[in-house]
């Protein structure tokens, strides 16, 4: 089974991961994206440091060269293996960050995302829906995305909203405002009714 998680900047993920994961048992993989893999980590820092510049088609190429690598050499395997992956981010982060806020198109990101992936998608996805304002303030430190303002993560919202009820199967939202605990047993109480469904 393949899990991820996504939400605009600040949205608790990253907590939420760490309490899913603990719930799902030791055999569970935790990745990060981008990342998980030496070279995606070392996209990784290129891609989260404002002070790079960096013209925004050769970040959503950056994206996906993460992505292929993880997905071939880490996921896929893993997946293989009957192990249950859960991922912070993957490929609607993509569409919600590059194509909707950035402007580059969501049809090019669904072609490259297929490239990048062989097709894989998570068996699903959970958005941690909260304010952007509130998630902005939450975020620690201030990532390429993060500096770009409170305006550009209200266009990932409502990106991740419209993904959200144009893909209903794979997705689950869920309120991310509360303690940490009350998010964890939101998202096992909707894990449990998406495997009643
Ligand atoms: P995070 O691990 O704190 O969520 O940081 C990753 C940052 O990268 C976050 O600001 C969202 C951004 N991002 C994209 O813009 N596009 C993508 O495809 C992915 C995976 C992340």
Do not use: C, W
């Not at 605009?8 to 994206?33: F, H, N, W, Y």
């Not at 790079?52 to 896929?76: C, K, N, Q």
């Not at 305006?151 to 997705?171: K, M, N, S, T």
């Not at 939202?173 to 909707?190: F, K, L, N, Q």
Request: hydrophobic fraction near 45%; charge should be negative.
């Amino acid at each position: 089974m393949f899990i991820a998680l996504e939400g605009v900047d600040g949205s608790g993920k990253s907590t939420q991961l760490a309490l899913l994961a603990e719930a799902l048992g030791p055999d569970t993989l935790k990745i990060r994206e981008p990342g998980g893999t030496e070279a995606a980590e070392a996209i990784r820092s290129t891609l989260a440091d404002p002070g790079i510049p960096l013209d925004t088609t050769a970040e959503l190429l950056l994206f996906f060269a993460a992505r292929a690598d993880l997905v071939r050499r880490v996921i896929r395997p893993a997946i293989e293996a009957g192990r249950t992956v859960v991922s912070d981010r993957f490929v609607d982060s993509t569409e919600a960050y590059q194509g909707v806020a950035r402007g580059l198109g969501v049809e090019v990101v669904h072609e490259l995302n297929r490239i990048a992936t062989d097709g894989l998608l998570p068996d699903l996805t959970i958005l941690l829906r909260v304010d952007p304002e509130t998630g902005l303030a939450r975020a620690e430190s201030e990532d390429r995305f993060e500096a770009e303002g409170v305006a550009f993560q209200r266009l990932v919202a409502g990106a991740y909203e419209e993904i959200a009820r144009r893909e209903p199967d794979r997705f689950v939202v869920v309120d991310g405002s509360g303690s940490p605990e009350e998010v964890h047993t939101r998202i096992m109480a909707a894990l449990g009714s998406k495997a009643r469904q």
